[in-house]
């Protein structure tokens, strides 16, 4: 019995500190309180905006897994990706509209889908890395997609499609190709800017977590410090924060701009963003991108991992950031406290109940526990049998003192 306790008490002792530990958030407190704020409020909005989030979302779908605001669990995780799955299988297994493909859809999907916990290449519906491992398609998208689908490639560390002409290889030489001389990256004829170029390429190579590559992120994120200017568009903006995050720089190295206070002040009251000055409400799609951009200065200040790394979430693992994790946390928390609680009363009501036994007179000091029934029955049938041989004894003791008198009265 004392030994089953134990084990018992030990048992316990180690759930309680499971729960802790496991209930414990990572990172710290050291991020702006104003940025949180506009994380939160921006997270709200979202989540009554794209009430059912399909194809088109996932801006919104990876800036909320990747903010503080969702997790996989939550319901809008979920319905984008039934509706992804849905829309993937009526468009023949692919990212297209009426069957015909759309190059540029794929990166920001599988990013989306493993935002949100799923891998990309074993999805219900089909292996999106098909999408990025033809060069004839991801080509199709222009040169900026393919320098997107080595992000989404590394994002969960994928490997190709084995059956695509494309290989990881492929896409690190094409991006290194771009860069230039003073560390920018470009391709001639593109109407993209040379800042979002440089910097989708600095995201990507910097993923890559190769040695080979490390000095032209380095080189490439000097050209955004240096070049970046406050009225250029908030597009290019957010993509500069995000490259220097994932780089490991923070956007406060941008000297003589303030990033971050940049895209807060767009920011309306009801949470919304809208890089329209003169617009009356904010939108989904400046809100998405917004928060995309906070998000990733967040976690970098957090300790986290770069926004587009999401090996942390791939599997089912929680966003630890999210308030539903607080929620469980504070859940658990609770049930650990009432553990502590039972346990300590446990104690005290099996001491008082113990010195009870003792006082009762049973109690078995050698098993630590209260006699059995048959046990008891035994002790006051011995005790009865010990007080009735005692007055017995004592009755012929009385007898033989009597006659030793009478005897000596009659010898006398």
């Not at 897994?65 to 039934?82: A, E, G």
């Not at 799923?118 to 040169?143: N, P, R």
């Not at 004829?189 to 910097?199: D, K, L, P, R």
Request: charged share 25%; net charge negative; hydrophobic share 35%.
């Amino acid at each position: 019995m004392k030994k089953f306790k134990r084990i018992t008490a030990f048992a316990m002792a180690v759930v309680l500190s499971v729960l802790f530990v496991g209930c414990s958030k990572s990172g710290n407190t050291s991020s702006d309180p104003e940025m949180k704020r506009a994380i939160d409020s921006a997270g709200k909005y979202l989540i009554k905006k794209i009430n059912k989030p399909t194809f088109g979302d996932e801006i919104a779908v990876i800036a909320l897994n990747r903010s503080n605001y969702i997790d996989y669990w939550h319901n809008r995780s979920t319905l984008y990706v039934t509706s992804l799955d849905h829309y993937i299988k009526s468009n023949g297994y692919m990212v297209a509209d009426h069957g015909k493909i759309i190059p540029e859809g794929y990166p920001p999907t599988i990013l989306a889908i493993t935002s949100v916990g799923i891998y990309a290449d074993k999805t219900a519906s089909s292996d999106l890395t098909t999408g990025i491992s033809y060069d004839s398609i991801v080509l199709e998208g222009g040169y900026i997609n393919k320098i997107n689908a080595l992000t989404a490639l590394e994002s969960g560390k994928y490997q190709m499609y084995e059956k695509g002409d494309l290989t990881r290889q492929n896409l690190i030489d094409f991006v290194m190709s771009l860069q230039q001389e003073n560390g920018s990256f470009i391709y001639k004829g593109s109407n993209v800017s040379v800042i979002e170029i440089t910097a989708s390429a600095v995201t990507a190579l910097a993923l890559t977590e190769e040695p080979s590559v490390q000095d032209a992120v380095k080189n490439g994120v000097q050209y955004l410090i240096s070049h970046i200017r406050e009225d250029d568009s908030q597009s290019d903006i957010v993509k500069t924060i995000i490259a220097l995050n994932t780089a490991g720089y923070t956007a406060d190295d941008v000297e003589g701009i303030d990033l971050v206070s940049k895209i807060m002040s767009f920011q309306r009251d009801d949470g919304s963003f809208s890089f329209d000055s003169e617009a009356k409400k904010g939108n989904k799609e400046d809100t998405s991108l917004a928060l995309l951009g906070l998000a990733s200065q967040y976690r970098f200040e957090e300790g986290l991992s770069s926004i587009y790394d999401m090996r942390d979430v791939l599997g089912g693992t929680h966003n630890k950031l999210s308030p539903g994790w607080s929620r469980y946390v504070n859940m658990m928390k609770v049930f650990a406290i009432f553990m502590v609680i039972f346990l300590i009363g446990l104690f005290i009501t099996s001491r008082v109940r113990i010195a009870k036994w003792k006082k009762e007179g049973v109690y078995d000091y050698v098993n630590g526990c209260k006699l059995s029934d048959n046990e008891i029955d035994a002790m006051k049938n011995k005790k009865a049998h010990i007080e009735t041989t005692e007055s017995t004894d004592d009755a012929a003791e009385k007898i033989t003192e009597t006659n030793d008198v009478v005897k000596k009265d009659i010898d006398e």
